[in-house]
């Protein structure tokens, strides 16, 4: 599955964020989605999931057969900026919630859960209230609800924002071991995780269509 | 729209370990049904026991005691036993049955000249235990029967009676059983229910009593401006549970949308809005469900200190519909808002 933008142009409110703008992204692959603040990130993210209509142009997906069809939320999970968890309940139960929602058995799902939390290095987490997790783990646990959740696209809103240099650091290697697993895009200005990225997509103005 | 594959008994476990989770917010929630639906029915039960006092004071004064007798005092009328000891039969009406004002006699325990009132068995059932009774102004109240002696030497079993309600003015008196002869007298006299409408009752008991002479009229013994039984089935106090069901939705909207980021949660890791929406509705119904159990668990506990324990429970199962279904309205954009702006919405 590949995703290609062709001369997107996104409005927020009466603002133009965005106009002109191509790019592709490849399955199997993390690309880091680069700007400085304001230059439209979420929104890109948001129109590649499907979340948002662009104000023209096309983005579509392409199956691995390059069938194309317009981007759907049901074939993304999204990793949000901060901490959005159940905190009351634990590190497995918000991973289960991925696993769970695509129709998996209890078993199944807990077996692929446990794993996720194992794959982003906080599997020891698992029984503790995700109100007492740091947020370096949170936002692993995050990562790890992403991958449970089978979807063939990860896109990851900021993951860094609020995190210290160790957990940047922690993240940065978690999304290494992840990039050959699924079409990955984070948006990041953190320079760490565009060093950790395969390719980079920067919305700067002079670099659109790069 | 977006879809998933949630199992019906999968999102029944989130709604179980969400709710029922002490860390959680809808725990409070849990904890405020528990308290508004023990509450509703302890106010339900404050107000019984209101009209309960009201209603012993008003039939201590008479109240629902109908006495039938002659309109014009000049052309006397005859009531026949038989209808009158008979409108015991109709539902609302608790002892009836003729007087006659027999005689006075002079009592070795009461003193002389004690006025004597005949009655029917059906007014005045102690009567039927082959005893008189004796009023319970005459002689204090004993645990026992004794022998009441006249002091013409007639000796009679006796019983001093319960005190009785003004109306049929037996305190000052002993009661002896009519003869088994006398089928009319002058008066006939009917004890309603406490909760039964005199004035719906007494038309009807009227047209069952048979007589001959002159007109008969009912006279209530005690006529209040305000009948405590219709004011209580009309009070505004029994539909507080529908106001702490409403409370209770407002509250469960507002807990809602401090859980933006949780539902986000859900939403960004593959669940739909129409899921998210079903979590929602259930977790309400659960909460709902709580104040409803809670209710009629409280209502149980003091169903002999409810006037009304049916309807108390109507209303109460109606304050939990009325929780689920403001939590629901207060609630449903919710899951079908963008969920971006959800993760962001913290």
């Given at each position: 599955?590949r995703?290609?933008?062709?001369?997107?142009?996104?409005?927020?409110?009466?603002?133009d964020?965005l106009?002109?703008?191509s790019a592709?992204f490849?399955?199997h692959?993390?690309?880091?989605l680069?700007?400085p603040s304001?230059?439209g990130?979420?929104t890109?993210l948001?129109?590649?999931?499907?979340?948002?209509?662009?104000?023209s142009?096309?983005?579509?997906?392409?199956?691995d057969?390059?069938?194309?069809?317009?981007?759907?939320?049901?074939l993304?999970?999204w990793?949000?900026?901060?901490?959005?968890a159940?905190s009351?309940?634990?590190?497995?139960d918000n991973?289960?919630?991925?696993?769970?929602s695509?129709?998996r058995?209890?078993?199944d799902?807990?077996?692929?859960a446990t794993?996720a939390?194992?794959?982003?290095?906080?599997?020891?987490?698992a029984?503790?209230?995700a109100?007492t997790?740091?947020?370096g783990?949170?936002?692993?646990v995050?990562?790890a609800r992403?991958?449970a959740s089978?979807?063939?696209?990860?896109f990851?809103?900021?993951p860094?924002?609020?995190?210290?240099?160790d957990?940047t650091d922690?993240l940065?290697?978690?999304?290494e071991a992840?990039?050959s697993t699924?079409?990955l895009?984070?948006a990041?200005h953190d320079p760490?995780l565009?060093?950790?990225?395969q390719?980079?997509?920067?919305?700067r103005?002079?670099?659109?269509?790069? | 729209?977006d879809?998933d594959?949630?199992?019906l008994?999968h999102?029944?476990?989130?709604?179980?370990?969400n709710?029922?989770?002490?860390?959680?917010?809808?725990?409070?929630?849990?904890?405020?049904?528990v308290?508004?639906?023990?509450?509703?029915?302890g106010?339900a039960a404050?107000?019984?026991?209101?009209l309960?006092?009201?209603?012993a004071a008003?039939?201590?004064?008479g109240?629902n005691?109908?006495?039938f007798g002659a309109l014009d005092?000049?052309?006397?009328v005859?009531?026949?036993?038989?209808?009158?000891?008979?409108?015991t039969e109709i539902?609302g009406?608790t002892?009836a049955g003729?007087?006659?004002?027999?005689?006075?006699?002079d009592?070795?325990q009461?003193g002389?000249?004690v006025p004597?009132l005949a009655a029917?068995?059906t007014l005045f059932?102690?009567l039927r235990d082959?005893v008189v009774?004796v009023?319970s102004?005459?002689r204090?109240?004993?645990a026992?029967d004794?022998t009441?002696?006249?002091t013409?030497g007639?000796?009679?079993?006796?019983?001093v009676?319960?005190?009785e309600p003004?109306?049929l003015?037996?305190?000052s008196?002993?009661v002896?059983p009519l003869t088994?002869?006398t089928?009319?007298t002058s008066?006939c006299?009917?004890?309603?229910?406490?909760?039964?409408?005199a004035?719906?009752l007494?038309?009807?008991l009227?047209?069952r009593?048979?007589?001959a002479?002159g007109?008969i009229v009912?006279?209530p013994?005690s006529?209040?401006a305000i009948?405590p039984?219709?004011?209580y089935?009309?009070?505004?106090g029994q539909?507080?549970?529908l106001?702490?069901?409403l409370?209770?939705?407002?509250?469960?909207g507002?807990?809602?949308r401090s859980?933006?980021?949780?539902?986000?949660?859900?939403?960004l890791s593959g669940?739909s809005a129409r899921?998210?929406?079903?979590?929602?509705?259930?977790?309400t119904?659960?909460?709902?469900?709580?104040?409803?159990?809670?209710a009629?668990a409280?209502i149980?506990?003091l169903?002999?200190?409810i006037?009304t324990p049916?309807?108390?429970?109507?209303i109460?199962?109606?304050?939990?519909?009325?929780w689920?279904l403001?939590g629901?309205?207060?609630?449903?954009?919710i899951?079908f808002?963008?969920a971006?702006s959800?993760?962001k919405d913290?």
């Open positions: 599955m995703l290609s933008i062709e001369e997107v142009g996104l409005r927020y409110g009466k603002v964020v106009t002109g703008f592709r490849e399955d692959t993390l690309t880091a680069t700007g304001g230059s990130k979420t890109l948001a129109a590649m999931a499907g979340y948002l209509q662009p104000s142009g096309t983005i579509r997906l392409y199956s057969e390059g069938q194309p069809s317009p981007p759907t939320p049901a993304v999970a990793v949000p900026q901060g901490s959005n159940l009351g309940r634990t590190a497995l991973v289960l919630l991925g696993a769970l695509s129709g058995t209890m078993t799902a807990v077996a692929v794993a939390l194992e794959r982003v290095g906080v599997a020891h987490r029984g503790a209230a109100k997790l740091s947020g783990e949170l936002q692993r995050a990562f992403a991958l089978d979807k063939p696209i990860i990851a809103d900021e860094t924002a609020n995190l210290d240099a957990s922690q940065a290697h978690v999304l992840l990039r699924r079409l895009v984070v990041t760490i565009i060093e950790a990225a390719t980079a997509v920067s919305l103005p002079e670099h659109h269509g790069h | 729209m879809t594959r949630w199992r008994t999102l029944v476990r989130e709604v179980a370990r709710v029922l989770n002490a860390r959680s917010r809808p725990a409070l929630l849990l904890f405020l049904a308290i508004f639906g023990v509450g509703g029915i106010y404050a107000e019984s026991h209101a309960a006092n009201q209603l008003e039939q201590a004064a109240r005691i109908i006495s005092p000049n052309e006397p005859l009531i026949d036993r038989a209808s009158c000891d008979q409108l539902a009406v002892r003729l007087v006659q004002l027999a005689t006075s006699r009592f070795l009461l002389t000249n004597v029917s068995q059932p102690a082959g009774l009023g102004a005459l204090p109240p004993a026992t004794f009441l002696a006249t013409e007639t000796l009679m079993q006796a019983r009676n319960h005190a003004t109306g003015n037996t305190n008196v002993v002896v088994p002869g089928t009319s008066a006299i009917a004890v309603l229910d406490q909760r039964a409408d004035s719906l007494t038309p009807i009227t047209a009593l048979h007589t002479g007109q009912a006279q013994a006529s209040p009948d039984v219709k004011a089935l009309s009070r505004p539909y507080v549970p106001i702490l069901g409370v209770g939705g407002l509250a469960t507002l807990v809602n859980r933006t980021s949780e539902l986000a949660a859900y939403r669940t899921s998210s929406a079903l979590l929602l509705g259930l977790e119904a659960l909460i709902a469900g709580v104040t409803a159990t809670s009629v409280a149980l506990a169903h002999d200190r006037q049916l309807a108390t429970a109507c109460a199962l109606a304050g939990a519909a009325t689920w403001t629901i309205l207060a609630t449903i954009d899951p808002r963008n971006i959800l993760a913290r």
